[in-house]
Every structure is written in structure tokens, then in C-alpha cells.
């Protein structure tokens, strides 16, 4: 039951087709008892190209997915992505296709970016990846001053030189779906395989790949991962709503349930005092898990329609976090459970996503600011500061740090991965 009504009500968010026959019945039931019950896509605007629409954009996922909308250049790297992951596309079907989804679902509006002048200067730097249509989905600033990405539709990671420009791919397993990144004391590459249900380390020496598969079947959508100062990875599962730890030495994987139903946990930190922090973007709550018990406690948030989806820790370890659903940046004291919030410059529709502190600061992005901000939040004096990004930006999922504390990102939808260089730092 939680899981369909999971796929009906997220949208925007990937849930793997129905694979049991009672799942299926419960689905029909469930349609058929609600305003939905009319075949999917019914209601799409009649054209050349709709059928075969309907006929091969609903297998992997909701087919509602595609009202999102999108520019005509965004339904082109749409397009390519959906091939990448090995959509049933013709090549003579492209063109009818593609026009038809222009045609019918443009993109819908989006809240200007609001540009807070500052006295901080930055430089926002950014590369085109090789492949097309790869979806870079998380940076990863490497300690030998490489930048990574997850190219999550075109299954593969790859490894930047900023210096050059230089990029390399490296192939993993079809369908693994890369999301989460992080890097070993070793320089191994660590992910989550987030549709093939595994954590995966590469050894960008040699190229190799090994995955270690999650015990339980119903842990999908492995998520975010983070090591602690022992070596453990931690990780999210959010459509399964698990917290797991894997132990990289033996390769045990241990799995929880938070006590919320449908929690979706998804950011993922750990603190100075090695304490593991987690974001659940299914309820107003932010969590820690206890690193040997694995107890979970929540913390409520004060608003309940609260929907963070990515978390940082400042140098005093206050918990910031970005409220996706109402466009707010908040601080969470560890030490009281006090909350304190912002409203995010570009407003209450403004989807603030990717977050990390850095250099005194709070930065995050304004995912559907049009075009895609960089925020910084001075938590001294409490104001703001904001840059449009380059090319639209669209969509920072996360950020990540480099060895000179810039932050970096990748641009899941125009196919980049890009630096805030953070120049002179104003007050
Ligand atoms: C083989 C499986 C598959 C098929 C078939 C498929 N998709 Fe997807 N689609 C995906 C996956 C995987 C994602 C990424 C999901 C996520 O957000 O985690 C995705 C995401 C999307 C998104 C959101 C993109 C974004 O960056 O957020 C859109 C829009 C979309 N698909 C449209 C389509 C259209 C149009 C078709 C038909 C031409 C199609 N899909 C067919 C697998 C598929």
C-alpha cells in the first residue's frame, strides 16, 4: 500500500515499476477509486506522436512525470537521457516524439531568481561533461583536486581536471543509476547504484568496479552516503525507508527503519563529533542515528508541511538545512532541538536544494529560480547574498567542497558540472 501510494502522490521523483501481481491488483483497485481512474495519459493533448508517447514513457515511471514541462532544449537533453537509460526509443520516432512533448508540455512557470548584491565575489566555472544526456546528479571534490560526478542516466562516473578541462568516464554495470558519491582515504570512488539497489566502489586506478547489493530486496532507491571518522559508510534509502551501514572491510550491510511511515531519508552528514545526521524528505524531521546501537531519534521540525531534502553542518555544529517544499533555509540547534528559519530569497516556490557551509558561510542553490541561484547565508549577520548561475544551472541536486573550500556542483539538467570559486569575502 505505502509503496503505490508512494508512486502516485511523489512527483518528480523515480519509483521502479510495480513487480508484483498484488501490487498490481491493489494499484487497479487503488486507481480505479480515485480521480485517476482513466488510463494513464488519457488525458494528453490528441497529436502525432502521443501513442507511441504513452506507449514507452510509462514503463519505468509515472507517466505525470512528463507535465513537469520543460524548455525545447530540456525536452531534447530529456530525450537523450531516456536513451541513455536504454528507453525503447526508435530513431524514427525521436522527431515526432520530441516535438510532441515541446508541442504539449512547455515548461511551467518558475519563480524569477532574486540577485541580492553582496560584497563577496565569487566565480562561477563550469565544463560541459562528455556524454550527453548523462544527468550529472552529485559532485564529488576528490583530495588530489579532481572533480567527480554521478552521470546517473548514462551509468557511468566521471572524473574532471579542472586544471585541463580533461575529462574521464568510467563505465559501471548497465542500470546501476549512480547517485551518491564519495571518495575513501584510499582515493577509491564510493556510490550508490541507486536503481540497481547497491553500494559500488570504483578503483579509478584500474577501472574496476565492485558492488556490494543490499540484503533486502524492498531497501530501494539507495540514496546519499557518507563516511564516518571509522571508515563506515552510511546511507540513505529512500523509497525503501532504511538508514544502512555498510562495513567496507568485511562488507556487511546492516538496515533500519526510521519510526516515521514513509520518512524518505535522504541527506546524509556526519559532524565533528562523529555523530550521523539524516534528513527525511517524507516528514518535517531531521534525525541522528546512533553509530553502534543504529537507534534512530527524530527531531520535528515546527512547520509540518517542512520538506528538506539536503542537510550541513556549520563549524558549531548546528544542523542547516534546505526546506525544498516551503523555500526556507533553517538552522537546527543539536544541543535545545530550537529551530530557527529564513525565507530563501527567490521566494516560497524557489525549491532550495544542494547545501554545504563553507568558508564562515551557508551556500545552497535555488533549484527552480529561474535561472538557478548560488545562495550564501552569513549566519554573523544574517543576510544573504545571491548569483545567477551561468546557462540556467538547472537542476544543483547537491554540492560538495573542494580542497580550497569552494563549493562545487553538477547541473543535472544542461549537463554541466561547475566551481564557486569564492573570491574576497565581504560582511
Ligand atoms: C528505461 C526506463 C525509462 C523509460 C522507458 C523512460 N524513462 Fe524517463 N526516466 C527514467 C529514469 C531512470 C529517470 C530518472 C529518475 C530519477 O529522478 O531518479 C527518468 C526521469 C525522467 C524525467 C525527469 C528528468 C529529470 O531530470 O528530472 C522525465 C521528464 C522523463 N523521465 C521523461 C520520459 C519520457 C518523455 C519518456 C519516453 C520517451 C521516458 N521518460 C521513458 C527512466 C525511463
Not at 155 to 183: C, F, M, S, V, W
Not at 189 to 198: E, H, K, V, Y
Not at 289 to 298: G, P, Q
Not at 372 to 377: L, P, Q
Amino acid at each position: 500500500m505505502a509503496k503505490i501510494m508512494a508512486k502516485i502522490s511523489i512527483a518528480g521523483e523515480w519509483l521502479q515499476p510495480l513487480a508484483t501481481a498484488g501490487a498490481t491488483l491493489l494499484a487497479l483497485a487503488l486507481l480505479s477509486s480515485t480521480a485517476l481512474a482513466q488510463q494513464p495519459g488519457a488525458s494528453f493533448p490528441d497529436g502525432p506522436g502521443k501513442n507511441t508517447v504513452i506507449d514507452i514513457c510509462g514503463s519505468c515511471h509515472d507517466l505525470n512525470r512528463l507535465t513537469a514541462g520543460y524548455t525545447p532544449d530540456g525536452w531534447h537533453t530529456v530525450i537523450r537521457m531516456m536513451q541513455n537509460f536504454g528507453a525503447p526509443i526508435r530513431s524514427e520516432e525521436i522527431a515526432e516524439i520530441t516535438d510532441y512533448l515541446i508541442r504539449n508540455f512547455p515548461e511551467r512557470p518558475r519563480p524569477p531568481a532574486v540577485l541580492i548584491a553582496g560584497d563577496t565575489q565569487v566565480n562561477i566555472r563550469e565544463w560541459p561533461v562528455a556524454t550527453e544526456g548523462s544527468r550529472p546528479h552529485d559532485p564529488l571534490a576528490a583530495h588530489d583536486g579532481s572533480l567527480w560526478y554521478s552521470g546517473q542516466l548514462a551509468n557511468l562516473l566521471g572524473r574532471l581536471d579542472p586544471a585541463t578541462g580533461e575529462i574521464r568516464e568510467y563505465k559501471l554495470n548497465p542500470q546501476t543509476g549512480p547517485h551518491g558519491l564519495k571518495e575513501d582515504r584510499d582515493g577509491n570512488i564510493w556510490f550508490t547504484g541507486n536503481f540497481a539497489g547497491l553500494i559500488g566502489r570504483l578503483d579509478p586506478k584500474t577501472g574496476d568496479v565492485k558492488e556490494y547489493r543490499l540484503p533486502d530486496a524492498a531497501a530501494r532507491d539507495p540514496h546519499t552516503l557518507v563516511f564516518d571518522h571509522d571508515g563506515f559508510i552510511w546511507f540513505t534509502v529512500q523509497a525503501g525507508n532504511k538508514v544502512g551501514r555498510l562495513d567496507p572491510g568485511t562488507g556487511e550491510i546492516k538496515l533500519v527503519a526510521p519510526p516515521t511511515a514513509n520518512a524518505r531519508p535522504y541527506g546524509i552528514v556526519v559532524n565533528a563529533k562523529n555523530v550521523v545526521w539524516f534528513v527525511e524528505f517524507g516528514a518535517p524531521r531531521i534525525a541522528t542515528i546512533d553509530s553502534r546501537t543504529m537507534e534512530i531519534r527524530e527531531y520535528l521540525l515546527p512547520d509540518p508541511a517542512a520538506r528538506p531534502r539536503r542537510l550541513a553542518i556549520g563549524p558549531d555544529d548546528a544542523i542547516w538545512y534546505a526546506d525544498f517544499a516551503r523555500g526556507f533555509l533553517g538552522r537546527l540547534d543539536p544541543a535545545t532541538g530550537a529551530v530557527k528559519e529564513w525565507a530563501s530569497p527567490s521566494g516560497p516556490k524557489s525549491q532550495p536544494y544542494g547545501i554545504v557551509f563553507t568558508r564562515g558561510a551557508v551556500w545552497y542553490s535555488e533549484s527552480a529560480a529561474k535561472p538557478n541561484t548560488i545562495v550564501r547565508f552569513d549566519p554573523a549577520t544574517e543576510k544573504f547574498q545571491t548569483w545567477a548561475i551561468p546557462g540556467g544551472g538547472d537542476i544543483v541536486r547537491n554540492l560538495d567542497v573542494d580542497r580550497n573550500g569552494n563549493p562545487v556542483m553538477a547541473n543535472s539538467l544542461v549537463n554541466k558540472v561547475g566551481v564557486v570559486e569564492i573570491g574576497r569575502i565581504g560582511h
